[in-house]
């Protein structure tokens, strides 16, 4: 019943950007936390970036200063400014979204859209 689209991936050469896009159609009364994932052909997916009720950030090393994740006043639409993008980027992109509360205890997220495909090349 909760559901989440991810939009604006695509190709892009090195040092390009682009704008992910992920509109949630989860509504309650609790804060809710999103982060954004990504995994490239072989790989493991990992966490790319994170944002908390209060508006507070959370990246990774290897994108700070490049990645910017935000969300709008009514909270059901969260975005990942990506710019100066590098070939190591190049995977698929997912949103996530959880309770805040349940997220601080059990660190897994229970809801996830389907993807969107970023490609970087040199």
């Known amino acids: 019943q909760v559901q989440l689209v991810e939009s604006g991936g695509g190709s892009v050469q090195a040092g390009g950007s682009l704008r992910l896009s992920c509109a949630a159609s989860l509504y309650t009364y609790s804060p809710i936390c999103m982060g954004w994932f990504r995994q490239a052909p072989g790989k493991e997916r990992e966490g790319v970036a994170a944002i908390e009720a209060d508006g507070r950030t959370t990246y990774i090393d290897s994108v700070k200063g490049r990645f910017t994740i935000s969300q709008d006043n009514a909270k059901t639409t969260f975005y990942l400014q990506m710019n100066g993008l590098k070939p190591e980027d190049t995977a698929m992109y997912h949103c996530?979204?959880?309770?805040?509360?349940?997220?601080?205890?059990?660190?897994?997220?229970?809801?996830w859209g389907q993807g969107t495909q970023v490609t970087v090349s040199s």
């Open positions: 996530a979204a959880d309770f805040c509360w349940r997220l601080a205890i059990r660190h897994d997220y229970r809801y």
